[in-house]
């Protein structure tokens, strides 16, 4: 890498540095020579621009040549002041106003052996970058390729590198891995994805058609790399989508083996030596007790639900099978180090992910656990999950059966039909009452039931004297021409009561 500063250490240039000492870290891209009074037609990013000052009329002239300079972001303005006197101390104040770093060439030092000299430097550093390019690309041939590519980065690049998905989940690092990495996919994501820098730290994108993009994090500010630093990032987050590419495919040919497994929870049949040879041949032991999630993302892009289940399950410690049954796209997991909060974590990833997602919703359903012989129960049980995140208002939305009272779960697996006429025939009168007379006859009784039944905490709960508490809830069972102290009436009202509160839900397509 040519730095302003490295111009300054050959010595056959004896070139004075005039202002700009604290700038001296910029890096030089290539030489330019003018003698226009206003370059800036003519001038790239990086540039060392030469000049014999031949432009120079008067102290006016100063203030429209290095305004030029800056605005074209060049490195430095290397000037000889043989034809006039010296350096002009206006020029001097401009450069250092603007930031431009000025060197001043010895007036018995031709042009062309300093435009000869900084140009074998600059051949060098380009010689160095090709050298760090064929290092990266023999470490994309290694087996385990992540990691090479990523120590290899650290050391052309200079500093640690990793690399994280749009969830903020950290795929492989070399050196010290980034710190809040949610923090940077969330930058990163509502920057459109783009390279950008953040607290000091370059993300520039993996890949471009990604259905869950993936960032490469180098912890440097990009600002002052010259083009080589920027091209060797830049081929180093070309191999790393390489990698992941050759993974996936690795990761969905092992999976393909499950394919009994997941024809029996996607609802087909599959024989018991089928099912045990499927069971090996995924990495799962035998009696292996099974969780089952169900994922859906509504208005997407092919394979995007499988992608999203393949990154939430991504660091689960067991082992997982993802694959597509017909329209649905399923998970199969090894319950056995299943955490208690994995449906939490899943929403939250998937949250941070949101900018990014191609699709209206994304909903995911959990059964289970079970062994193979009950994973249908386990699947339906992962389907009426997903019924319920359905019934929410949310973007995202992830529910368990673990987190399902099972009358929800028994209710999910009644047709609507079933579940409207349910409410109607039990709670018919009492709705018709409340909306008639402004009652609220309806919260009474459900207060009262998931009370049991106890007049006493019902009362307390709905802030009303026992004796108004049992006054209502004998005006409800009179409408309802039930006994609302009888335990099987009160299942089946309190069922139809929760058909009432799932009516009422929010609900999306």
């Not at 006039?84 to 062309?112: K, M, N, Q, Y």
């Not at 990523?150 to 070399?174: D, K, Q, W």
């Not at 987050?237 to 590419?245: D, I």
């Not at 049980?381 to 939305?397: S, Y």
Request: one cysteine or more; glycine letters at 10%; charged letters at 20%.
């Amino acid at each position: 890498m040519t730095l302003v500063k490295s111009l300054l250490a050959i010595p056959e240039l004896r070139l004075r540095l005039r202002t700009g000492a604290g700038r001296l870290d910029r890096a030089v891209s290539r030489v330019y020579g003018t003698e226009l009074p206003d370059p800036s037609r003519y001038l790239s990013p990086g540039e060392l621009v030469l000049s014999g000052l031949l432009w120079w009329r008067g102290p006016a002239d100063a203030e429209p040549f290095v305004a030029a300079l800056a605005a074209a972001d060049a490195a430095a303005l290397a000037a000889s002041g043989a034809d006039t006197g010296g350096i002009p101390p206006e020029l001097v104040e401009a450069c250092e106003r603007h930031g431009i770093p000025l060197l001043e060439v010895p007036p018995d030092l031709s042009f062309a052996v300093v435009t000869e000299r900084i140009i074998l430097e600059l051949a060098a550093d380009r010689d160095t970058t090709s050298e760090a390019r064929k290092r990266l690309l023999a470490a994309a041939a290694e087996r385990d390729p992540l990691p090479a590519l990523l120590r290899h980065g650290v050391a052309e690049l200079g500093a640690p590198c990793a690399v994280a998905t749009g969830a903020g989940r950290v795929v492989a690092h070399g050196g010290p891995a980034p710190e809040a990495p949610r923090e940077l996919a969330e930058r990163f994501l509502r920057g459109g994805c783009r390279a950008t820098v953040h607290g000091g730290v370059t993300l520039l994108p993996v890949g471009e058609r990604a259905l869950v993009p993936w960032l490469l994090v180098v912890g440097a500010d990009r600002a002052g790399w010259p083009a080589g630093r920027q091209a060797v990032a830049e081929e180093l987050a070309g191999l790393v989508e390489l990698a992941r590419a050759r993974a996936g495919e690795l990761r969905r040919a092992a999976d393909r083996v499950a394919e009994p497994l997941l024809r029996l929870v996607g609802g087909g049949t599959a024989g018991e030596a089928e099912l045990a040879g499927a069971l090996g041949a995924a990495g799962l032991p035998a009696g292996a007790r099974l969780r089952v999630v169900l994922a859906r993302a509504t208005g997407s892009p092919p394979g995007l639900a499988a992608e999203l289940l393949t990154e939430v399950l991504a660091d689960h410690p067991g082992r997982a099978v993802v694959g597509e049954v017909g329209t649905e796209t399923w998970a199969l997991v090894d319950a056995r180090e299943w955490p208690a909060g994995w449906a939490a974590a899943a929403a939250s990833a998937l949250s941070t992910l949101e900018p990014a997602l191609a699709a209206d919703r994304v909903l995911l359903g959990i059964g289970g656990p079970s062994t193979v012989s009950g994973l249908r129960g386990a699947s339906e049980e992962a389907r009426h999950a997903l019924g319920v995140a359905a019934r929410r208002g949310d973007r995202i939305a992830v529910v368990s059966g673990d987190q399902i009272g099972a009358h929800h779960l028994l209710l999910a697996g009644a047709p609507d039909e079933l579940r409207s006429s349910l409410r109607q025939r039990i709670l018919g009168p009492l709705l018709a009452y409340d909306e008639a007379q402004h009652g609220d006859l309806v919260r009474t009784v459900r207060v009262f039931l998931e009370c049991s039944g106890s007049p006493a905490a019902a009362a307390k709960a709905l802030h009303v004297h026992v004796n108004t508490l049992r006054y209502r809830i004998a005006r409800a069972g009179e409408l309802l021409g039930l006994d609302l102290t009888d335990f099987i009436n009160q299942v089946d009202v309190y069922l139809a009561l929760c058909v009432e509160a799932d009516t009422h839900q929010p609900r999306r397509p």
